[in-house]
């Protein structure tokens, strides 16, 4: 009895640290990145933060033989916690790909579920590289939202400032009309609700607020 007691742990413990071939073959374009889909290594080793996630709570059996169980569970959760989930990063979004089928979208756009630093390209990279600083989000509260917060902005001039809430595929979802502030610091209470362009789902957005020569742009999580 004892043997085999450390036995399960053993094959436990081997199928949480070991790379499994086969299960590439079991999320939506696994076969690009392989191993290091849920393995810090390309020959396996410690699992990363899909690894860990997978292996507990997405297996058909916790353990070395156990399949990869993709979902819309799965796929709505950011493992890396780097503002995108794991469907946005395997490019399926809501989770809808099975075994069997075609590999979904596009391939080149894939990116790691499970590494912080590998994630799909945003507008707010392309905008950040291009921001004046004359406009400054100093603080979102609450943050995550659920229907309204205070915005309090900087602006080093006067400007008409608008405001919007954008989705991590750049369509807009919220726009506020602009209105005219002097320079300094403002604090705004604002409805999500009364503006919306869009039925809102719970997931991570963009706020940004912008005038005509600046802007700032600030991750923010909305909860419905």
């Given amino acids: 009895m004892k043997y085999f007691l450390i036995l399960i742990a053993f094959m ?19 076969t690009k990145l392989q191993c290091l889909n849920c393995h810090n290594s390309s020959s396996g080793g410690s699992l990363n933060s899909f690894g860990q996630e997978v292996f507990s709570n997405h297996l058909t059996s916790k353990n070395s033989f156990g399949n990869v169980v993709w979902s819309n569970d799965l796929a709505g959760l950011d493992s890396d916690k780097d503002g995108f989930t794991n469907g946005q990063e395997l490019q399926d979004s809501n989770g809808d790909w099975k075994v069997g089928l075609s590999d979904p979208g596009d391939r080149n756009l894939v990116t790691n579920p499970g590494n912080s630093s590998s994630f799909p390209t945003s507008i707010r990279e392309y905008f950040s590289n291009t921001n004046s600083g004359l406009l400054q989000v100093a603080s979102i509260a609450p943050n ?25 595929n750049g369509k807009t979802v919220m726009n506020i009309p602009q209105s005219y502030f002097p320079a300094g610091q403002h604090q705004i209470n604002v409805n999500v609700d009364e503006h919306l362009n869009y039925s809102l ?3 991570n957005y963009y706020l940004m607020v912008y005038t005509a020569d600046s802007f700032d742009i600030k991750n923010i999580k909305i909860c419905r």
Avoid at 18 to 29: A, E, G, K, L, Y
Avoid at 144 to 168: A, G, R, Y
């Fill in 201 to 203: 789902v719970s997931g």
């Fill in 12 to 30: 436990i413990s081997y199928g949480s640290s070991t790379s499994r071939p086969f299960r590439v073959d079991q999320i939506p374009n696994g």
């Fill in 144 to 168: 995550p939202i659920s229907e309204s917060f205070k915005l309090t902005i900087n602006s080093k001039k006067d400007s008409f400032v608008n405001i919007s809430i954008f989705d991590v």
